[in-house]
């Protein structure tokens, strides 16, 4: 779970804006969109490999 702390001086937006960050950066909103349809596990194996052949072709040189 994201936990930010108010630090001294610091405004209501700048708080928000590192709360937003930290859950970005965590990875709460991807992984709660995931589950919010059952997969199985062929299916999850393969969009992870999808997803691993798009990042290699992005990587591979012309």
């Known amino acids: 779970m994201a936990e930010v ?10 708080l928000l804006r ?3 960050s930290e859950v970005t950066r ?3 909103l ?3 969109k995931d589950r919010r349809f059952f997969q199985s596990k062929r299916e ?3 969009l992870a490999a999808a997803r691993a052949a798009r990042r290699n072709r992005r ?3 012309f």
């Open 5 to 14: 702390t108010l630090r001294s001086g610091e405004g209501p937006e700048d």
């Open 18 to 20: 590192r709360f937003r």
């Open 26 to 28: 965590s990875g709460l």
């Open 30 to 32: 991807r992984e709660m």
């Open 44 to 46: 999850k194996a393969r």
């Open 59 to 61: 990587r591979r040189p």
